[in-house]
């Protein structure tokens, strides 16, 4: 088991730019893989990033590439999303996930299903608002 720490989420207007991170502590981190997601108010939870163990591997869902990236840092133990160009659609809380991959499926592999993932933060708020 990993534990996670999300930071960073607020209040930013529309085309502004946030970084979340997130800061694991407990096991091995270096050993999963991560994922951003977000649920907004009566909507499921739904992907937004994911990176492999090594980092060469990332993964973004259609309506945030090109506008977030995420990042990791294994000798710190942390996992960043920046967002940028962001959009009222974006308000949602946003959640970081480590899914126990191993090292054997590869430096490029990052699931996108939630299912995956058995570790998960608290979640921290992002509101996009004028």
């Known amino acids: 088991q990993v534990q996670l720490v999300e930071s960073g989420g607020g209040l930013v207007q529309p085309g502004g730019s946030l970084r979340l991170s997130c800061a694991a502590s407990g096991r091995t981190f270096s050993g999963y893989a991560m994922g951003w997601f977000r649920q907004a108010p009566g909507k499921e939870r739904q992907f937004v990033a994911a990176?492999?163990?090594?980092?060469?591997?990332?993964y973004y869902a259609d309506s945030v590439k090109g506008r977030f990236t995420i990042s990791r840092d294994n000798a710190k133990n942390t996992v960043h999303l920046q967002m940028n160009s962001l959009r009222p659609e974006d308000t949602a809380v946003y959640y970081c996930a480590a899914a126990a991959v191993g090292y054997s499926g590869g430096i490029y592999y990052a699931p996108k299903g939630a299912a995956a993932y058995d570790n998960w933060g608290q979640g921290t708020q992002v509101t996009v608002s004028s």
């Open positions: 990176i492999s163990w090594s980092g060469e591997g990332t």
